[in-house]
């Protein structure tokens, strides 16, 4: 039985990947958001990588607002393939990871997803499922890329929750390549927030993509 502290009270730092070893250190029961995106599936990938004898529980929701007839690909779909892809990238370690826990909600314009994952994720500590959970979001580029960029995502102070909110989407890419993952991993993430099923390269979550990779969702990363 490992440690269990208050997350508020381990002391986070700012190198992301040693925020992850802590957790790890600490809980035995870790739950990972994952959302089907680049930052996310890195996430959950180093979380892997460094596990001994965690349990690893990836949590995704599904906004069904953003849903419409006759669209096929959704972000549950990419969650599942990444957490496929991270089994058989790291099999000998593929017991400690279940399968996603799936949840929907319908999010209206004056509500933010928080509302509707907080609840999942207390429910899963209740339950004794979980003891943390990891989110993925990283901060913003260092200039203004477009409006819907979210001032929440600047000037963060590192946490153990949010291991990677002290570093932007570059230093991501530059994971992906160190960890040769641009080829199998990165194909199978999904950034876009659009209705369709191809990127619109026009929102924020494209534009942020295509500055770090060089790439579109389904694109060949041209690292710059």
């Not at 070893?21 to 892997?48: C, F, M, N, P």
């Not at 399968?99 to 994952?117: C, L, P, R, S």
């Not at 979980?130 to 600047?154: M, S, Y």
Request: proline share 6%.
């Amino acid at each position: 039985m490992k440690r269990v502290g208050d997350p508020k009270s381990l002391k986070a730092t700012w190198d992301p990947i040693e925020n992850i070893k802590t957790a790890l250190e600490h809980y035995d029961r870790i739950g990972v958001w994952l959302s089907g995106g680049a930052d996310s599936a890195l996430g959950l990938y180093i979380t892997q990588l460094y596990n001994e004898n965690t349990k690893i529980v990836p949590i995704h929701g599904l906004d069904i607002a953003r849903w419409i007839e006759g669209q096929t690909f959704l972000s549950n779909t990419a969650a599942d393939n990444v957490l496929n892809k991270v089994r058989k990238l790291l099999p000998e370690k593929s017991h400690l990871v279940s399968d996603v826990y799936h949840f929907e909600y319908n999010k209206q314009a004056n509500e933010t997803k928080g509302q509707y994952h907080q609840p999942i994720e207390d429910m899963l500590k209740e339950r004794d499922e979980i003891q943390i959970a990891l989110g993925f979001v990283t901060a913003n580029p260092p200039f203004k890329l477009h409006p819907q960029q979210e001032a929440r995502r600047d000037g963060r102070d590192p946490k153990l929750r949010r291991p990677f909110q002290t570093i932007n989407k570059k230093w991501v890419a530059q994971k992906y390549e160190e960890y040769g993952l641009l080829d199998n991993l990165f194909p199978l993430t999904v950034s876009c927030v659009g209705n369709k099923d191809v990127p619109c390269e026009k929102c924020f979550w494209c534009k942020e993509k295509y500055w770090a990779f060089g790439a579109y969702d389904g694109g060949t990363p041209q690292l710059r």
